[in-house]
């Protein structure tokens, strides 16, 4: 687990590279201003590359902060297990 | 790359005193992730630049090409892609597909590709120009199964292999090659539908990054070396010529050599192109010259200078070779069948690049000419580039005859009827005076080099002239030689850069070229950004003779210092005005 959190957090900073960890960790799109919908695709391609999981469009109203995707990213990387 | 290694790269900030590279990325499409490669990639290939991207507005790839031709950007890479020449093409715009619409399809494809042709040759005359013709699948519109090509298909490929041909002969344009890109991003893994359908963005990560690091390099476009010294047994031909004599060397299908021949076929090309072939051999000299004589290999013995063969060591048969070149160890490939000798020489000469003909192995002799097409590619052939063996011989003539004649070099220089003549036009098309700035090492005012973009933006400045020297004797033309550039106010110059091709020495071709800038410019003291560098010692000698003492960095003459010093010039000097 933490090592999904650990690579979360590498995401969100390459695409945020203005977010220390303790932002990451409570980033949301009413938090971040950068995160509109380009930074959303930049980041979900960028979980999908780091992570070997494909992410359905329809998935994306659910990503909506850092500890929502952690927990999409948990069952997705449990039930291919 | 990754996109995560990507963007992580994007973080890190060149210094704030960088030059900026201004790229202007013109597709069709959303850039998304090919913008965030093609700048990683970008700042890879220029560490010393601050990369600036711009894009234009999604869908108008025209419209955005044609606001370029305005406001002409240093750099332009032009991403075309199906739907960019008919939105039928693709996949987000529901046009149709029946079959009577294919006519139309293809006038239309016509249309548009003359337009885009020629606003990219527009663009192109202040612009360095990369494009990328379609990369992406072609759509299953045509009604015929997909295994079999459509007539329909063809027509439209046609179109666009015409485009290319056109484009690619124009000298600031770089199309990218699609062959290389097949290699690198295997076509069946490129298109993305989900991305294109959700995003707009038609590209598969690993494509994007594989088509910005083309792009990328295409505009980098690295200095081909100058040089190869290749071995003879078992790699220019096969067999050991000393055990076989020349009756017995091969380099054909029948005798198991085809490799030999292709290698020999390469070198021959790579000669026509001006790179300086010489052969560094463990053998007997009789009977090389024999087998160059009476074998008829398919590289002559006229395209090969020098040949260095004896029973010492290779490295001492390569530094004889670079001597009669007169070029650095670094521009130059070694290549040997044996792992031994490629080891003795990189040990005495650490910068050379020693390779190792696969003497027993055809796929990767076909490889190993890929690489070699690679290190010695170049955009353009100059005419410089087809008298550069000449020339050096020439050279070598000139300076044997100048040394036995007693009366040397003040008679010897008279009786050759040098002509020197100097252009002082400002033609960014001409990549030569580039070309030399970036090549040479040894007549170099202070080493400093140019990107071709940086180049562009500094011959814009007013302020700035530029002198190209081109060169003749009796022994034949040496083409374009020397480039002095600097700035000029009043009766005063600043020399920034003034480098001289080392075939032209001793002939005083430097005394000409500074007399004429002082008379041109009626200037009474010319500066000069002169640094010492390891490699600039002909430069140096050059000055210290000027000044009686070895000069400091950035320093300045009289006129009258200039003609005290000056030993006589047997030039026949003539200003070519092409402007």
């Known amino acids: 687990m933490n090592d999904n959190r650990g690579r979360l957090t590498r995401c969100f900073s390459a695409v945020f590279p203005e977010l220390n960890e303790r932002r990451i960790a409570s980033a949301s799109p009413k938090t971040v201003a950068a995160w509109d919908s380009i930074a959303t695709v930049t980041l979900v391609s960028v979980i999908e590359e780091q992570f070997g999981i494909g992410v359905e469009p329809d998935a994306f109203d659910r990503l909506v902060s850092f500890s929502s995707i952690l927990s999409y990213v948990e069952e997705l990387t449990a039930s291919s297990h | 790359m990754k996109l995560i290694d990507a963007l992580e790269a994007l973080k890190e900030d060149p210094e704030s005193q960088s030059p900026v590279l201004d790229v202007h ?28 991207i711009r894009t234009g507005i999604f869908g108008d790839l025209l419209g955005y090409l044609e606001r370029l031709e305005r406001e002409r950007p240093a750099v332009t890479v032009a991403v075309i892609e199906w739907a960019d020449l008919d939105p039928r093409l693709g996949i987000r715009r529901l046009g149709g597909w029946e079959t009577r619409q294919m006519f139309d399809i293809t006038q239309n494809v016509r249309d548009q590709a003359t337009k ?12 360095l120009v990369a494009l990328a013709l379609p990369t992406l699948p072609f759509p299953p519109i045509a009604f015929t199964p997909g295994w079999q090509s459509s007539s329909f298909e063809n027509e439209v490929r046609e179109i666009l292999a015409y485009l290319a041909s056109r484009l690619a002969r124009s000298c600031n344009i770089r199309v990218i090659s699609l062959q290389r890109l097949d290699r690198i991003s295997p076509p069946g893994s490129r298109f993305d539908v989900k991305s294109e359908i959700s995003t707009g963005f038609p590209y598969k990560i690993s494509h994007a990054d594989a088509l910005a690091g083309l792009l990328s390099r295409i505009i980098r476009d690295p200095l081909p070396k100058k040089g190869l010294i290749t071995d003879l047994d078992d790699t220019l031909w096969k067999g050991i010529l000393g055990e076989v004599n020349v009756e017995g060397i091969a380099w054909d299908l029948e005798h198991h050599a085809l490799k030999h021949g292709l290698y020999q076929m390469l070198l021959t090309s790579l000669a026509e192109t001006g790179i300086l072939i010489g052969v560094a051999s463990k053998n007997d000299p009789f009977l090389v010259e024999e087998a160059f004589r009476k074998a008829k290999l398919m590289l002559p013995r006229s395209r090969i200078f020098p040949i260095e063969v004896g029973w010492g060591p290779k490295s001492t048969s390569v530094s004889k070779v670079l001597r009669a070149w007169n070029v650095g160890a670094e521009s130059v490939i070694f290549v040997d069948d044996n792992p031994l000798e490629l080891a003795e020489v990189k040990a005495a000469h650490a910068e050379i690049e020693c390779l190792r003909f696969p003497r027993d192995d055809d796929e990767a002799a076909y490889q190993f000419l890929e690489t070699l097409r690679d290190l010695f590619g170049k955009h353009l052939v100059s005419p410089e580039d087809e008298i550069r063996l000449q020339s050096i011989e020439a050279s070598q003539v000139i300076a044997e005859a100048s040394q036995s004649d007693g009366r040397a070099p003040e008679h010897f220089l008279q009786k050759i009827a040098g002509r020197l003549t100097l252009s002082f036009s400002k033609n960014t098309r ?35 002239f530029l002198l190209l020297a081109s060169y003749e004797d009796k022994f034949g033309p040496l083409g374009k030689i020397a480039v002095m550039a600097g700035r000029h106010k009043g009766n005063k110059f600043l020399v920034e850069h003034w480098v001289m091709s080392c075939r032209a020495f001793s002939r005083r071709i430097e005394y000409g070229c500074l007399l004429h800038v002082f008379q041109k410019f009626g200037a009474e003291a010319g500066s000069f950004d002169f640094a010492p560098t390891s490699r600039n010692t002909p430069i140096q000698g050059f000055f210290a003779e000027l000044m009686g003492a070895a000069p400091p960095a950035g320093f300045s003459i009289s006129r009258q210092q200039l003609f005290d010093r000056c030993p006589p010039v047997y030039l026949e000097i003539q200003e070519h005005c092409d402007e």
């Open chain 2, 430 to 464: 001409d990549p030569r005076p580039l070309e030399l700035i970036n090549k040479t090492n040894q007549f170099n005012l202070n080493g400093k080099r140019h990107t071709e973009v940086a180049w562009r933006d500094y011959l814009n400045d007013p302020e700035v």
């Open chain 2, 25 to 52: 990325l013109a597709c069709g499409f959303t850039p998304l992730h090919l913008l965030t490669f093609l700048n990683a990639h970008l700042r890879r290939e220029f560490p010393s630049y601050k990369v600036l």
């Open chain 2, 116 to 127: 885009l042709s020629d606003s990219l040759e527009r663009i192109s005359g202040a612009s």
